[in-house]
């Protein structure tokens, strides 16, 4: 089965500007994660999808991050203005209802962000 | 919430010996752990996981325990060969809702 698909790869911006990412899940997976990777960290969960509804965004900063998922399925990330501290690796992840027994997360390779 | 603490940050193993990483979790919750290797460049990718009621599972070289009661879990590879080589993330998950990472390990194995 294709994998989970995002782009860019990479992006490049200043401070303020603002940048979006895309990603595109693997089929018929319901529930979509965006995470933030800091270097030498672990993912830290921006927001969770399940279908088109949001089941977690308590960590994403609202003020400048927002985030869609239309259809219930690609989705896409926004930051508008970032900051310098935004400089990091956005993950996309895609799994089965946890009820169906599959939690198991399927990641893409993310977006490495660069803030000047 | 949940928090999930994960030791050691760095390992260095010679080819064919042993590793094994370690992870806590504070939540009782959590009833799902999985693990991933991460390689440069590269998003996490499963490389085994246990339920809650299961206290270990082995798939080839790479085993994992799980110890309920001192809320803790671990990854063993054997047989280490240098293409092991990566960071290594353990989570803990509460049913339908998010994961929480540890910071990673830093796995070395030196030829």
């Known amino acids: 089965e294709a994998g989970v698909a995002q782009s860019p790869r990479y992006k490049i911006i200043e401070k303020r500007q603002s940048v979006a990412f895309w990603c595109n899940p693997i089929s018929g997976h319901a529930t979509l994660y965006w995470y933030q990777q800091i270097l030498g960290q672990g993912p830290k969960l921006l927001i969770q999808?399940?279908?088109?509804?949001?089941?977690?965004d308590s960590q994403l900063p609202k003020d400048r991050f927002s985030a869609e998922r239309l259809k219930g399925v690609d989705s896409t990330l926004k930051i508008q203005p970032a900051k310098l501290e935004d400089s990091a690796v956005y993950l996309c992840?895609?799994?089965?209802?946890?009820?169906?027994?599959?939690?198991?997360?399927?990641f893409g390779d993310g977006t490495r962000l660069s803030i000047l | 919430g949940e928090n999930v603490e994960q030791h050691p940050s760095t390992l260095s193993v010679q080819e064919g010996d042993s590793a094994v990483i370690k992870c806590t979790y504070s939540d009782s919750a959590s009833n799902y752990f999985p693990w991933y290797k991460q390689e440069l460049g590269k998003g996490p990718q499963l490389i085994i996981d246990?339920?809650?009621?299961?206290g270990e599972k082995k798939d080839q070289r790479i085993a994992v325990t799980l110890n309920k009661t001192a809320k803790h879990f671990s990854l063993h590879i054997t047989e280490t060969q240098p293409e092991d080589s990566a960071v290594y993330f353990c989570?803990?998950?509460?049913?339908?809702?998010?994961?929480?990472f540890g910071d990673g390990t830093t796995l070395t194995v030196k030829p």
């Open positions: 999808f399940q279908n088109n509804g949001v089941v977690d």
């Open positions: 992840a895609s799994s089965s209802l946890p009820g169906q027994g599959k939690q198991a997360q399927h």
């Open positions: 989570a803990a998950s509460i049913p339908t809702r998010k994961s929480t």
């Open positions: 246990i339920r809650s009621n299961v």
